[in-house]
């Protein structure tokens, strides 16, 4: 109620203990063709054990995603995964190769007929090392084929009357690397659609295999009790295929910043046009920042220049120059690949040590994880010529390791934000700020209200001077910028000045010999 009518006590309470909020900032973030894995799905892993799990392993033809995604997570914990596909199928117990699903949500609206009784999880080639084993009651203790006594005694119990044992099985080995390794089984699964556990969960074929698999999904034939006794069903059928085009689906996957928070985009080794792709997306957002580095095939400093050449302007892309050499264990094989997963990494690792505001680049900071060569290692002279287009030069020194020589972004303007440090500062104070600015949303544009929005900025903006990302700040909310005719238009205006702190890129030393006389103070002065 506004306002009392007879005598009484109204308790109110008024909030005014709202601060800046903390806001993320080494969120990585790539899309590409990944062998296994839930398709146009934003997906976060936490370790490279964890995108394994999810996408797997990487093999002699399908690996320059995965070994980018990897290259990050040596450095960070946090990556959103985007897998896409062209023409790619799933495999099936019919063989047909002629369904794609995506991803669970697909599944439940996925015309399944045709597919037999069960569909691997997920589509590509992986999935015809899949088999299906199914055990009943009235097959127990029979040697019916080579394999049933060994599949049944993989569990304690003889199933019920209208229920069966399953098991699921890398039938070719091509997951785990020894054949017919067991990867889930599932006791006492019912026939019946409605059976349920004494707790009240589903114990129905299709809900358990739904709900738990990591690796099918129940076909539409799963139904008929008749189809799925004492049977094996061997998945095939599954195909690879890339997507047309990787560059393209990171608009798709990351383009909306108002659902997504990412913070270091990786866009590998791509050509110049790709590059302005995925730059732009990041751009667009106004809240990240995308690496990228030149195609594999970039040989030299003069190659790598004149792809950078072709790059748009923009403080919220980074280019580097790095073609690396890295293990790939999963196959024991070296592979080429674009060094854009570490230069990012390397943001994650300076944002753990340090602050977003310190430049990522150098021998504290900028020392690169995992790589065995480099395409090309360049001289002083190239560095200088890279660096003029705006290529952060990935440089060798002997004894010192492979390092990041270079903080800048891929604005070509002159200004504090062609460095890496400043963009990433004002990013993380806008997110922030612009996060605490939206509860002023729908309040009065009077002295309180800004006297509030000043009182929530100046100690934010204090600390981040502190922890040494700005040398000085103002805050102008006030009627001189919030006029009449701004309050008449629903408008609230702040003006949030800093100097951002630089980094140093150049070092000058003097050395000044002087006769022995000679009182210092005479030649430095005071």
Not at 51 to 59: A, D, H, S, T
Request: with cysteine; glycine share 8%.
């Amino acid at each position: 109620m506004a306002f009392l009518v007879s005598p009484g006590v109204e308790v109110k309470e008024i909030d005014l203990t709202s601060v800046v909020p903390a806001v993320s900032t080494s969120i990585g973030a790539v899309a590409g063709h990944f062998r296994w894995g839930p398709v146009e799905e934003v997906v976060t892993v936490g370790s490279e054990k964890e995108l394994v799990n999810k996408f797997g392993e990487p093999n002699a033809t399908i690996y320059n995603d995965f070994l980018n995604a990897a290259t990050f997570l040596q450095y960070g914990n946090n990556l959103k995964v985007y897998r896409g596909v062209g023409s790619a199928v799933n495999a099936d117990a019919a063989g047909t190769g002629n369904i794609l699903v995506k991803n669970e949500d697909h599944y439940d609206s996925a015309t399944l007929t045709g597919t037999g009784e069960f569909i691997a999880k997920y589509p590509g080639t992986l999935g015809n090392s899949l088999k299906v084993v199914s055990i009943t009651n009235a097959s127990w203790g029979v040697d019916s084929d080579a394999n049933s006594v060994s599949w049944q005694s993989q569990f304690d119990i003889t199933p019920d009357a209208g229920e069966v044992h399953l098991l699921i099985l890398d039938e070719d080995g091509a997951i785990t690397g020894a054949a017919n390794t067991v990867l889930e089984k599932f006791a006492n699964v019912s026939l019946t659609a409605g059976a349920k556990n004494i707790d009240g969960s589903s114990k129905y074929l299709n809900d358990v295999v739904n709900r738990t698999s990591k690796w099918v999904w129940a076909g539409i034939d799963a139904v008929d009790a008749t189809s799925v006794t004492d049977e094996e069903f061997s998945l095939s059928g599954g195909t690879d295929a890339a997507p047309s085009s990787v560059a393209s689906l990171y608009s798709t996957a990351f383009g909306d910043s108002e659902t997504l928070d990412v913070n270091l985009i990786i866009g590998g080794a791509v050509s110049s046009a790709d590059a302005n792709t995925i730059i732009a997306v990041a751009t667009a957002r106004k809240d990240c920042v995308a690496f990228v580095s030149p195609p594999i095939a970039t040989a030299d400093a003069a190659a790598t220049k004149t792809w950078a050449d072709s790059i748009n302007s923009s403080s919220y892309g980074v280019l580097d120059s790095g073609v690396i050499y890295v293990y790939d264990k999963y196959n024991d094989a070296y592979r080429w690949i674009g060094n854009a997963g570490n230069t990012a990494g390397l943001c994650a690792y300076t944002d753990g040590v340090a602050d977003a505001w310190f430049s990522p680049a150098g021998f504290t900071r900028g020392v690169i994880r995992g790589v065995t060569k480099l395409k090309f290692n360049p001289t002083q002279a190239e560095r200088d010529n890279l660096y003029k287009a705006r290529v952060n030069p990935i440089t060798s020194f002997p004894g010192q390791g492979i390092v990041l020589y270079g903080d800048k972004t891929a604005q070509s303007k002159p200004s504090a934000f062609d460095r890496i440090n400043v963009r990433r500062l004002f990013i993380t104070m806008e997110k922030a700020i612009s996060t605490a600015a939206k509860f002023q949303l729908f309040e009065f544009n009077d002295e309180f209200t800004r006297a509030q929005f000043r009182n929530l900025v100046e100690p934010f903006l204090r600390d981040i001077q502190g922890r040494r990302g700005i040398t000085d700040f103002a805050v102008v909310c006030d009627e001189t910028n919030n006029t009449g005719e701004v309050i008449d238009s629903n408008r609230f205006v702040a003006d949030i000045f800093v100097k951002p702190a630089r980094s140093i890129n150049f070092i000058t030393l003097n050395f000044i010999a002087t006769r022995t006389g000679v009182e210092f103070s005479e030649v430095v002065g005071q």
